[in-house]
């Protein structure tokens, strides 16, 4: 199985500013035939199921905002959210499937 | 608007047996794989099973092979994960959860249900 690693487990930001999330596979997820990166991002708030932000690594999916983020290839990813927002507390997991599904540990993000 | 609706969470004794349905509405429930992912109390993800489209292709995790049998009926628009053998780690909130293509080979997810809880205690 491919393995997910997040970091950092948690992180404090300011509103207003930039928030990084790294995820490392334990092998490359980009498919040479397509060169695509089989990597999504989720959102998950409290007590709710997790939401799509990202796939293919650095598409956004339709309807989230534009502070969102997504960039790396191969087995080297990160989520951006460029100015943080209230609404933006959450845990958010990377997720390769490349190879059947894995997801990272998640990282959660709080307002200092 | 999609909607995913779990149902069939319950408490049940290590050793038994559940199956969970997860009825889906707002797109065309045949044109697309399925799959279902759990969480445990506070911590990940991890993916249990997918579906194909037709139902002809079906993936599970390690940890439930043998012992979950994931399974569809187009007609009814309507996914289940039928579920023996259940053990204490395996308690967790149940999620169905859309793939955006009909096949299975490379599965992400679109859309989440809201999630059903299944709980494995003596």
């Known amino acids: 199985d491919i393995v997910m690693t997040q970091s950092p487990e948690s992180l404090a930001v300011s509103l207003g500013e930039r928030a990084t999330i790294n995820c490392k596979s334990s092998q490359s997820v980009l498919y040479s035939s397509n060169n695509r990166n089989y990597l999504a991002w989720y959102q998950q708030k409290p007590g709710q199921p997790p939401k799509l932000l990202i796939y293919?690594?650095?598409t956004r999916e339709s309807g989230v905002p534009d502070r969102f983020s997504g960039s790396g290839s191969g087995t080297d990813f990160t989520l951006t959210i460029s100015s943080l927002q209230a609404e933006d507390v959450a845990v958010y997991y990377c997720?390769?499937?490349?190879?059947?599904?894995?997801f990272g540990q998640g990282t959660k993000v709080e307002i200092k | 608007e999609v909607q995913l609706l779990e149902s069939g969470g319950d408490l049940i004794r290590p050793g038994g047996s559940l199956r969970l349905s997860c009825a889906g509405s707002?797109?065309?429930?045949?044109?697309?794989?399925m799959s279902w992912v759990r969480q445990a109390p506070g911590k990940g993800l991890e993916w249990v099973s997918a579906?194909?489209?037709?139902?002809?292709?079906?993936y599970y995790a390690d940890s439930v092979r043998g012992r979950f049998t994931i399974s569809r009926d187009n007609s009814k628009n309507t996914l289940y994960l039928q579920m023996n053998g259940l053990r204490a780690d395996d308690t967790a909130v149940f999620y169905c959860?859309?793939?955006?293509?009909?096949?299975?080979?490379?599965?992400?997810?679109?859309?989440w249900g809201q999630g059903a809880l299944v709980t494995v205690s003596s």
């Open positions: 293919w690594a650095s």
């Open positions: 997720h390769q499937y490349y190879m059947t599904s894995t």
């Open positions: 579906i194909s489209a037709t139902g002809d292709n079906t």
């Open positions: 959860a859309k793939v955006p293509l009909p096949g299975i080979s490379n599965p992400r997810f679109d859309y």
């Open positions: 707002g797109f065309t429930f045949s044109n697309f794989a």
